[in-house]
């Protein structure tokens, strides 16, 4: 029967970079993401916009992720226009 045993020293060192990039949670609950992600050279602005229910219901429709859809197609316009 093969040993289930793990030596302890091999384990990593917890330091306060390993603890600013860690998850947050109380419980099973996230309470903050972790730092250990790149950031992203744009970041997207957050704004209220109003758009035709038919738009919205579209792209709802196709699904999980249907926002970032919604921004590549607007993208492509931009594309198209300039």
Same mark, same amino acid.
């Given at each position: 029967?093969?040993?289930?045993?793990?030596?302890?020293?091999?384990?990593?060192?917890?330091?306060?970079?390993? @603890? #600013?990039?860690?998850?947050?949670?109380?419980?099973?609950?996230?309470?903050?993401?972790? $730092?250990?992600?790149?950031?992203?050279?744009?970041?997207?602005?957050?704004?209220?916009?109003?758009?035709?229910?038919?738009?919205?219901?579209? @792209? #709802?429709?196709?699904?999980?992720?249907?926002?970032?859809?919604?921004?590549?197609?607007? $993208?492509?316009?931009?594309?198209?226009?300039?």
């Amino acid at each position: 029967m093969p040993s289930t045993w793990i030596d302890p020293d091999d384990a990593p060192e917890l330091d306060a970079q390993f @603890f #600013r990039e860690a998850d947050l949670y109380q419980g099973d609950q996230l309470i903050r993401r972790g $730092r250990g992600r790149p950031k992203l050279a744009s970041r997207k602005v957050l704004l209220s916009v109003r758009y035709s229910p038919e738009v919205v219901t579209y @792209f #709802r429709q196709t699904g999980e992720g249907w926002q970032s859809r919604m921004d590549a197609v607007l $993208r492509e316009y931009i594309q198209r226009k300039a």
